[in-house]
Nanobody, 124 residues
Framework: QVQLVESGGGLVQAGDSLRLSCAASGRTFSRYAVGWFRQAPGKEREFVAA????????YYADFVKGRFTISRDNAKKTVYLQMNSLKPEDTAVYYC?????????????????WGQGTQVTVSS
């Protein structure tokens, strides 16, 4: 069983930065890949970024490449999402999730445990 708590969301202006955190419980956290997803009102949940269990491999959606960076500190059982050059279209609720198994990192259905989400709002 893994519990996840996101934090760090807020209201910012276009061009600003935010760092989201995802704090996890559970002894085997470092074994699992972790992903960030987001969901805007009226839209489906979409993949943002993911990181392997050891942190050696990272994956990004095309629309965040060069702006967002995912990282993790397994000693702190925390995964981060550094978001720079934020745009109004980045406005959404951001969720972190832990994958189980070896299915696609890009699909929400591959992830078993989810946090409650943190709201990010970017004004123009």
């Amino acid at each position: 069983q893994v519990q996840l708590v996101e934090s760090g969301g807020g209201l910012v202006q276009a061009g600003d930065s935010l760092r989201l955190s995802c704090a996890a419980s559970g002894r085997t956290f470092s074994r699992y890949a972790v992903g960030w997803f987001r969901q805007a009102p009226g839209k489906e949940r979409e993949f943002v970024a993911a990181i392997s269990g050891a942190g050696g491999a990272t994956y990004y959606a095309d629309f965040v490449k060069g702006r967002f960076t995912i990282s993790r500190d397994n000693a702190k059982k925390t995964v981060y999402l550094q978001m720079n050059s934020l745009k109004p279209e980045d406005t959404a609720v951001y969720y972190c999730a832990v994958r189980q198994g070896a299915r696609s990192l890009y699909s929400a259905t591959s992830y078993r445990y989810w946090g409650q989400g943190t709201q990010v709002t970017v004004s123009s």
